[in-house]
């Protein structure tokens, strides 16, 4: 069964730092375009981070840039998302997802992905 599993969600205050892990079972994230996405209540899912295959192409949404920060480490078959500086603007279900592109050094445009995660919830608060 492929699935990919997010954690490392939490409750957080205004600055603080989370580290998100995207975790593959069933098959090998070395092939994939990683993606982390987020949605607020009320809001449509929005792109934040993606990582290419191959590392060559990293993607940040202006709202994370110098905060998040994303990486992979093949050899566990996991993706992260290093968040710091969180803010209250920052919670949502986030959200890890997976397209296939061997060898590529690109991301998907928009939400094109063929694997996605349950989500993970991310509460920034006082």
């Known amino acids: 069964q492929l699935q990919l599993v997010e954690s490392g969600g939490g409750l957080v205050q205004p600055g603080g730092s989370l580290r998100l892990s995207c975790a593959a079972s069933?098959?090998?994230?070395?092939?994939?375009?990683i993606g982390w996405f987020r949605q607020a209540p009320g809001k449509e899912r929005e792109g934040v981070s993606c990582?290419?295959?191959?590392?060559?192409?990293?993607t940040y949404a202006d709202s994370v840039k110098g905060r998040f920060t994303i990486s992979r480490d093949n050899a566990k078959n996991t993706v992260y998302l290093q968040m710091n500086s969180l803010k209250p603007e920052d919670t949502a279900v986030y959200y890890c997802?997976?397209?296939?592109?061997?060898?590529?050094?690109?991301?998907?445009?928009?939400?094109?992905?063929?694997?996605w995660g349950q989500g993970t919830q991310v509460t920034v608060s006082s």
């Open positions: 997802a997976a397209d296939r592109r061997p060898y590529s050094s690109s991301c998907p445009r928009g939400q094109s992905y063929d694997y």
């Open positions: 069933g098959f090998t994230l070395d092939y994939y375009a």
């Open positions: 990582i290419s295959p191959t590392g060559g192409t990293i």
